[in-house]
């Protein structure tokens, strides 16, 4: 009995790092990027939502404010989006990578927003601002132009307007008056902050599929046919780090750090562990958070002076100048046509 018990118990201490490792081969076999893969239809076409929510800050005291005096905003939200991401113009390459577009298109959430989207905010004009600005470059001919196309539509430093036209769009009246006019200066009449994000794509990507070394798997490897960004000023802040955030090696669960690259800001960013957690089905999961000194001033984390564009025009702590990234999207040939109102 007791010999016996003595050659299962061996058996035993040999058999779990043999099964260990069986099941480690098959874990890396099913989650490489195939299209033979069992995974194939998750990676191509995620079914795993992703929201994006939105506060909005209405001004409620504008004429004050253009008197000189302190602009009172109240916060709103959330505005809630599901985000949909169905890649498309997939080819395997010959280096164990893969490249692939995606197609972002987001649809509002009415039961995880505070209201409609078509609440009313006030808030700053950005044709108005953007124009103003611009006008000590322009000819006289021009500013007399502008001057008199923002008085016909009686166009303010403020506007009012609904959640969804400040994000997603909108057709400017005066911006189309002098677009037709002047093309050459007012290149686009549709504004929003989010233009040319939904039902778009947001660039080219190739990205390791897993099946020379799955510990690279979903890794960037170049970003619209290059390793660094255009955008910034330094080499590290042009860095494209990690994945895309939506697929990851497994194994990693030491990991302390993951890096990830966002198209929406432009930059690749990294979340710290923070926790073990659980989800309402018990399953286990490692929580990442998102670190202050990432969108620190420069003075405060130098490693951000890249993101200051131009570096003598550091902005303050939590901001982060897009405005080169967002120019390259309207006109580096990224394809579809915006919305006008995302798909409801």
């Known amino acids: 009995m007791f ?25 890396k076999e099913k989650v490489v990027i195939s299209n033979s893969s069992e995974l194939w239809d998750i990676w191509s076409d995620p079914p795993i939502p992703i929201y994006m929510q939105f506060y909005m800050f209405n001004l409620s005291n504008q004429d004050e404010v253009k008197q000189g005096g302190r602009p009172v905003v109240y916060q709103v939200g959330p505005y809630t989006y599901r985000e949909k991401r169905k890649k498309f113009d997939i080819v395997f390459n010959d280096n164990g990578t893969v490249t692939y577009r995606q197609k972002r298109t987001f649809f509002f959430m009415r039961n995880m927003s505070v209201g409609p989207d078509t609440d009313m905010f006030t808030t700053a004009n950005p044709p108005v601002l953007a124009v103003v600005n611009s006008l000590q470059y322009a000819p006289t001919a021009v500013r007399t132009l502008v001057t008199g196309a923002l008085k016909l539509y009686s166009e303010d430093i403020f506007m009012t307007r609904p959640v969804k036209e400040i994000l997603w769009g909108y057709t400017d009246p005066a911006l189309k008056t002098l677009k037709a006019l002047y093309p050459a200066w007012f290149y686009t009449d549709f504004v929003g902050y989010f233009i040319n994000k939904n039902d778009t794509d947001d660039g080219q990507y190739t990205v390791f599929t897993g099946s020379n070394d799955v510990s690279n798997l979903g890794g960037i490897d170049t970003y619209n046919g290059s390793k660094l960004l255009p955008y910034w ?75 200051c564009t131009p570096q003598t025009k550091c902005l303050p702590t939590g901001l982060l100048n897009i405005s080169n990234c967002q120019i390259c999207m309207l006109l580096c040939g990224y394809r579809g046509t915006p919305l006008k109102t995302p798909p409801i």
């Open 233 to 307: 000023t330094t080499r590290f802040a042009n860095m494209i780090n990690g994945s895309d955030g939506t697929i990851s090696p497994p194994f990693e669960q030491g990991a302390k750090q993951l890096p990830m690259f966002s198209s929406d800001i432009c930059r690749s960013v990294h979340g710290n562990y923070q926790k073990d957690v659980k989800t309402l089905h018990s399953i286990s999961l490692r929580r990442y958070v998102g670190t202050a000194d990432e969108l620190a001033n420069a003075a405060t984390n130098p490693d951000n002076i890249g993101f």
């Open 3 to 27: 010999c016996g018990g003595v050659v299962l118990l061996a058996t035993g201490g040999i058999m779990i790092p043999v099964v260990d490792m069986v099941i480690r081969d098959q874990i």
